[in-house]
């Protein structure tokens, strides 16, 4: 195992019951609280106790490493030995301590850190040139030309419920519910559907967050040598709601008449089935005040919306209220265009679609998914505050995928207790099949046949002869 970490402020706390093996459940002295004297089982208390046991018995390591080797852990010849040990880890330690720049070679090596140092995050930045522990003898002249630098890393996306704090009236900041939670349904429909058909990629890895938001990591060998700039562009592809406008009310979003198709294809399929069906019963954004006069203010015609705004007093109803507001501006885009008004005519025709989009289309965190060296929490992580692990979502079905049945820590460990030791038989084995059967089967089969099909053209090559 080798390390690097950051300077800080503040060294990692690691005292004896951080340090202990932990095999008890009342192994030391912080975690005596998460288990009360003469109750059997862990329990939700303080999740930072309970992680020793979780990264001796239940964090997947090999799992993860061998994703992460891409092939590379195989002893064919032609698999590139170095490949783990220049992939940056990045332990968050008690007291928000960041020990970045940690590289592993095997799951081994990274279980022996897990339970060492206990980290409350784990992030995974790219694969550099050289191994990132190293990286002080590749700054600058003495290197004899080689910079420090990362070669490959996933192309990644993140996406937060946070984001969408305009449209949710049963929710706000980290808190989620069964009613805003379909607007991540939503995303990952969107951008599972965009990523493969728009851009071909066919090995994406969809993980909770552990809270209040998703993240895709796109493994395809194409994907992850990709430049900033590649990055940039795809995620700006996906970037059709761009905020506010000036006056911070006002939703703007990039459109164009007639849609973009992948746009069609997302309007069709999934955001107008969804607005009508689950966001706007849910939300009831045309009934709660300030969220329907906000979305009142994105019809682009005075009269229009006064026509709008007295339909609605026909009705209480969010779904019945929009079922108007549609009627009324389609015959208004009608009338402009029969008067040469195109202006006005264009404005009306985008005005559902506007209103639409702004609300539930995905919001990126552009930022996240722009630069190679961009760090992301790893899968199967354990959210602090929520104790709830980072499981693997399946995209197909995304609409079942409920975050407050996501398991913790705390219950893992007890079925992991009640069943013998089997980790299969628990919640975290279930998680580890999808991650396997949605992802990783597909992917590690082609890595396989790659390692292959080098190994085949080496042993065909022409030797030298002298």
Partial sequence: MTTATEPASKKPKLDGAAAMDHDSPTAGKENASAVPAGKPGYTEGDTHDLMPLYYKHMFPAEAMMKWLAYGNDSKRPTADQGFMQRREFCFTLEGDVFARYQSFKDAKDLRTALRQKVPTKIDLGPVFNVDPTKRAAYSGATSGGTVFAPVERELVMDI???????????????????KCWPLMTIAVKVIDAGLRADFGFKHLLWVYS???????????????????????????????YKGTDASGVTKRV????????ALKRAYDDVLLPYWKDTILPNQELLVDDKTRDNLLNMIPDAQTRSRVESAFQKSD???ARWDKLESIVRKASATATNAKDFATARGLQRCCYDIVFAHVYPRLDVEVSKHMNHLLK???????????????????????????????????????DSNGGKVEATAMGKAVDVFNTTFWNALDKECREEMGAKAREAADAPTAEW
């Fill in 160 to 178: 937060d419920m946070t984001d969408y704090d305009d449209v949710r009236t049963c929710c706000s900041a980290a808190n989620i519910c069964g």
């Fill in 210 to 240: 552990g809270r209040r938001g998703i993240h895709v990591w796109v493994c395809d060998k194409r994907a992850r040598r990709l430049s900033n700039e590649a990055r940039a562009a795809v995620a700006e592809y996906f970037s059709v």
């Fill in 254 to 261: 990039s459109l164009t008449v007639p849609l973009h198709p």
């Fill in 317 to 319: 109803d969010s779904v």
């Fill in 378 to 416: 790893a899968p199967f992580c354990v959210h602090p505050k929520t104790g709830r692990v980072c499981v693997p979502m399946d995209p197909a079905t995304a609409a079942e995928f409920d975050p407050m049945a996501v398991p913790t820590v705390a219950q893992i460990l007890n079925e992991h």
